[in-house]
Structures are given as C-alpha cells and as structure tokens.
C-alpha cells in the first residue's frame, strides 16, 4: 500500500478529477480522506499500485489544472483497514467482511 | 445591462472568437438569441458532433481554439465523443453548452444531463455556472487552459437563468494563472542528451504532434539536419519532417513502413520529441524499444513512461527545448552514424508498396496527392483508407494531414473538413473517408451545400467496415460479423440529393500504366472544381493494408500478407 498527499484548491470538479485518475486504471480506492487546509484542501489515498503507477498517477494529478501538491509516502498497512462503521458500497460484503473479502469476492 | 448571453459573446469575441459551430436547442436559446450583431459567425451543422468536429478541424488547421455550442441534454451529449477527440489528440476546444435553469438542477428537468459530471475525464478543465456574474472570469479561464501547456478540451456549461439574468457588465477580465509547480529541465540539459549520444551506435530520433503544437518544425528540421540520423514520425507527425529528407524512414508503428519499425525496433538510443508513444505507435508496450534508452521531449508531463520508462525526461515547451538542444549539438562533434543509416535506410527495407487488392487504392490516393497544389490540407477519416491516406502521404505541410488519430473517431472526416475549409478558404481540402464513416455524418453534406465549400470528398467504398473486417480475416477465422456493408446506398444519388455533384470511379481504372484519360481528366475536374465535389471509388472487398503489427507483437514482428 502507497500513502499519497494531494493538495489542491477545492473548486469544481478538481477532487473528481483526483479520484478520477485512481478509477480510470481500475485501481480499488480502500481509503480516501479529504480534509480542508489552509487555503485549500488535502486528499489523503491509499493505494495498491506499483512504482510504474505510482509515477503515472503522480503525474496525472499534476496534471490537474487545481492540483497544487502532490507527495508521495511511505508504505503503510495500517491505514488499509476500512474506518468503523464504514462498509464498500460494491460488491457487497457481510458484515464481517472487510476490504480483502470484498476484493476476494470480486475477483 | 446585458443580458449573460450578451456576455459571454462579448467574452468570447475577446478571446478573438469570430467563428463558432453549434445546434440550438432549448436551453441554449438565450445565447442564440445574443447571436446578431455578435461579431461571431456562427455555423449551423446538422447534428452537434458534426459541429465539435468542425470546430475541431478548424482548431487542427489554425491552431486557434475551436468553439462548438450545444444545447443542454442530447445536444449536450451528443459533443461527447468530439471532446474526448480533442482530448486524445490535444486539440485547443472549448464547448458551451446550455444547462436547464439552476433551481432545477439534479432534478432530472427535461434534457437535464450531468454536463458537468460526464465530461470530467474527458476535459482539462470545466465548470458549471449557475450565475451571471461568473461568466466572464470562467470564459476567461477556459480559453487560457484550452491553449495553456498541452491543448485540449474544456467545457463551459451555462444555466439558462445565467444566460438570461441581466448585470453591469465592465468588459472581459484577463485571467491570471495561479502559481504552478513548474516542472523543470533535468539538471545537465542538453549535456546529458549529448553524452547519450555521443555513446549511441544506432539512435533514431522519433517525431508527433508536439512538434507542431509547439510551432517547433523549423527548429525541429534544424536539429535534424544536424543530427542525420533516422527519423520516423507517428500519424500525427506526419508533414513535420519532410518526406524527401535523406533521414526520414516514414511513419511508424502498426501500420507504418517497414524501414521505420526495424529501426526503431534496433535503435541504442531512441530521441522521441513531442509523442505520446500510445499503443498504436509502439506495438507491445512491454517490447517497444528494446535495446534503446529513450529521452523524451515533452512539454506535459503525464504522457511520460506511459509505454516503458524514459530515461532522460526533457520536460519544457518544444520551442525551448529543442533548440537549446540543437545549439548545443552544434557546438560538439558527434560520432559517424553513416553505417547505421546505411542499413536503416538499406534498399531490403524500402517501402512496402502494397501490391495486390490494395494496389487500385493506393494508385487513386497518389494520383490525387500528386494533382494536390501545394498547402493543402488532407484530412482522413478512420479506418483502412486512413492507413493508406497515411502511408502514401508525402507533402511536409506542418498542418496539411489531419486525422483522429488517439480516438479512432468514425465520422471524422467530413464534419472536420468543413471546419478546415472555412479556417482556410483558398485552400484545397480533400477529405478521405470509408463508406462507413461517411455515412456516421453524412447529414453534414447539408451544411457543405448551404455554405457552398469547395471540399474535395472522395469515399473509398469498399462496402465493407474495412479495418474490423480485416481484423477478422487476420485473427477471427474469417467470420465477417456484422461488417458487411453490401446494401450500402448509392453515394453519388445521395450527393446529388443535397445538391452535390459525384462521380464514380471503378477499380479498374486504377490499373492502367500510363493512367487512362478518363481519369486523369475526372480526376483533374474533381480537384480543380470551384465547387463542393464528391468522387466515390470502389475498393476491393479485400484489400488489407499492409505492412501490420498484430496487436501484441512487437514493431520488428510486421506482417506482410495474411
């Protein structure tokens, strides 16, 4: 798992068009969290993907006409596990499922 | 005051907008209402993806920004596929569209469609405005991001009450761009592309679209001049290099020459200079290249490594870039590469030239070229004729061969043609098209009679869907599923329906050495008529176009014949 960082300004579209890039490629979006910053807001992804993706998307993103920052962390597991009370809408799971059994499910 | 479609007129003519094509439809009326007395012509096409290919084609001829107006719902959707053309292929556009009036927003009104939404991934930028007062800073900046960096689409999409509330109004603002990381040169450059070179015992150097966007051609052609070495370009680069230059192998990839796909197949050092290396251009992405290190020239960032990771990135505006590079190059000596060339360019890897079902096409597609005053534009549709259009192509007009090339748009051509004939009314324009993206718009033949275009339009018509077809004969056993165009109507009866003059012309008389008087003169009047003209070709059923890379081989693994 890849942790990244994207700073933008939050006008129309421009967080679309982030998580746009991650979905185009089929890529799962297990964790998303955007938060305002200052003067603009912060999008924190953790991603599945290799370091050929890694510098695709990084390049996307820059790409974005609003996107102002974008870094790339460490690797980290914790964060891969879904936030309580939260359940992928698809495929469905049960209630003890979680993320893996969801994508086991729908591999 | 002014009412917002006043504005946004106002604002466009600013932008120096003095030719848009569009549809009306409900949502939009206001601004068509606005129109008289404008200062933009406005083009009425008969359907709204013939209005976003014109407009295109006229952004591919001038390098200007082509503008489409669409009504909201279907009028709307119906841009979609343009703008995701104009995306692939990095052509300035921006589109308007009318959206139902903002309290009705997200309730499903009649012809309410996500504009906004459905066209993120296929846009740069856009916006949905919902008040009079964001007009003229929207209109600004979506003509700046239109233009700015890589070109491409952006989409402006108005409610109603925006387009008929009234306000003060003190003229067009200016955009500022904000402040923007700026991608930067690699430090050493153009050192540590001369060091490359300076190593390299088979470098080619590859040239796309970049080049021209960047209006870098004659810096381009310098630096060349410079180098000698190989020389290949991508469909969209083609014109850029001139074809009787003693470096240029053609064009590349699935269908490209023989002599260019070895060579870059060979190559120890690959200069690529404004392409994006899509799948089409490298075969097997996995196989492209494979003993060349690549350094790409490139002014967007995100087409980098989209095939195999570049090793040198030289980010930056290919009109800076590239002449940096070639005073740099002037002042060291590089190695002898005659040995190289001379096998690249070796008389056993001249040019296909596709003999056989294709061979009365082809003599029609060089016969034409031939006749061609000089500057002029041919713009191919998609499919099989596109390929040969391509390959026979000789002229180095820096915008004279314009195709959708990222997209495969079927039903291109026509509509594009008309955007181009009006960016350049003393120029001759021979549009190319199969008998079945000819008739994915032929409604447009409509707005060629209306506005009494000189386009030259010939269909090769082959009564099949060419490409599909082929591909079925090569790697689906034959089985024509749903290509056979058998019952196609009568091309020159419909032209004469909206008033066209056609001709036809049988295979046959593209077979004859010297070419037969018939034809020379048919051919003769077809180009030099003041008038719209369309010339219908018959092509054998099963002509290929040859050389091919199957999908998923590498460049080196062409076929030849089935």
């Not at chain 2, 012509?41 to 920004?65: N, P």
């Not at chain 2, 900046?141 to 989409?155: I, K």
């Not at chain 2, 059923?541 to 081989?553: D, L, Q, S, T, W």
Request: hydrophobic share 45%; aromatic share 6%; charged share 20%.
């Amino acid at each position: 798992m890849q942790v990244f960082g994207i700073r933008y300004r939050n006008t129309q579209g421009t967080l679309m068009r982030i998580l746009n890039a991650v979905s185009r490629r089929g890529i799962d979006l297990p964790y998303v969290q955007a938060t305002p910053a200052e003067h603009s807001h912060t999008v924190t992804l953790l991603l599945e993907v290799g370091p050929k993706q890694t510098g695709q998307l990084r390049r996307d993103w820059q790409a974005i006409v609003d996107v102002t920052e974008v870094r790339v962390g460490s690797r980290l597991t914790a964060m891969a596990k879904p936030a309580p009370n939260w359940t992928p809408a698809y495929p469905p799971v049960s209630a003890g499922g979680g993320i893996e059994a969801a994508r086991t499910a729908s591999a | 005051m002014p009412r917002g479609a006043e504005i946004v007129l106002g604002c466009l003519r600013a932008e120096g907008v003095d030719l848009a094509f569009g549809y009306p439809g409900g949502a939009i009326m206001p601004l068509y209402d606005a129109l008289e007395g404008s200062g933009i012509r406005h083009i009425l096409t008969r359907h709204e993806q013939g209005a976003v290919f014109a407009a295109e084609g006229y952004a591919r001829a001038t390098g200007k920004v082509g503008v489409a107006i669409a009504t909201s719902g279907p009028g709307a959707t119906n841009l979609v596929t343009g703008i995701a053309d104009a995306k692939m292929d990095s052509v300035p556009l921006v589109t308007i569209t009318g959206q139902v009036r903002s309290a009705l927003l997200g309730t499903d009104a009649f012809q309410e469609t996500d504009v906004f939404g459905l066209t993120l991934s296929l846009t740069k930028w856009s916006r949905l405005v919902r008040s009079i007062e964001e007009i003229p800073a929207v209109v600004a900046e979506a003509f700046y991001w239109a233009r700015s960096g890589r070109p491409g689409p952006v989409v402006i999409d108005i409610t109603s009450d925006a387009l008929k509330a009234n306000m003060d109004f003190a003229g067009p603002v200016k955009f500022q761009p904000p402040a923007r990381p700026e991608a930067h040169l690699r430090d050493g450059f153009p050192a540590a592309v001369i060091a490359l070179l300076e190593t390299a015992k088979r470098p080619v150097a590859l040239v796309g679209a970049g080049v021209k966007l960047a209006r870098a051609i004659e810096q381009l052609r310098e630096l060349l001049d410079q180098l000698r070495i190989p020389t290949m370009a991508t469909v969209h680069g083609l014109g850029a290099v001139p074809a009787e230059a003693p470096y240029y192998l053609g064009m590349v990839g699935m269908h490209g020459t023989r002599a260019a796909n070895l060579a870059l197949d060979e190559s120890d050092l690959l200069l690529v200079f404004g392409a994006r290396l899509d799948d089409r251009v490298t075969g097997e992405p996995t196989r492209f290249a494979p003993h060349a290190r690549i350094v790409h020239f490139e002014i967007d960032p995100a087409q980098l490594d989209r095939a195999r990771t570049c090793d040198l990135a030289v980010i930056g505006d290919l009109a800076e870039t590239v002449p940096a590079f070639s005073n740099a190059v002037r002042r060291v000596s590089l190695p002898d590469w005659r040995g190289w060339k001379a096998i690249a360019e070796g008389p056993e890897r001249a040019e296909t030239d596709p003999r056989g079902l294709a061979q009365p096409t082809v003599r029609l597609l060089d016969e034409l070229y031939r006749r061609l005053p000089e500057n002029s534009v041919v713009v191919a549709d998609v499919g099989q004729h596109q390929m040969w259009a391509a390959q026979r192509y000789r002229a180095s007009a820096p915008r004279g061969f314009i195709t959708s090339g990222g997209l495969g748009a079927m039903g291109f051509a026509l509509p594009a043609a008309i955007g181009i004939q009006l960016a350049r009314p003393d120029t001759t324009v021979l549009s190319i098209s199969g008998d079945g993206g000819f008739q994915i718009n032929v409604q447009e033949l409509a707005t060629v009679r209306r506005l009494g275009l000189p386009i030259k339009m010939v269909i090769i018509d082959n009564k099949y869907l060419g490409m599909v077809r082929q591909w079925q004969q090569l790697f689906y056993k034959r089985n024509y599923a749903e290509t056979d165009l058998s019952d196609n109507p009568d091309f020159v009866a419909i032209a004469q329906a909206y008033r066209i003059h056609g001709e036809r012309l049988g295979e046959d008389s593209m077979r004859e050495v010297p070419l037969g008087g018939e034809a020379a003169s048919l051919l003769d009047r077809f180009l030099r008529s003041p008038e719209p003209e369309l010339l219908t070709f018959d092509c054998h059923p099963e002509a290929n176009v040859y050389p091919m890379v199957p999908a998923g081989a590498a460049l080196s693994e062409m076929v030849f014949e089935e």
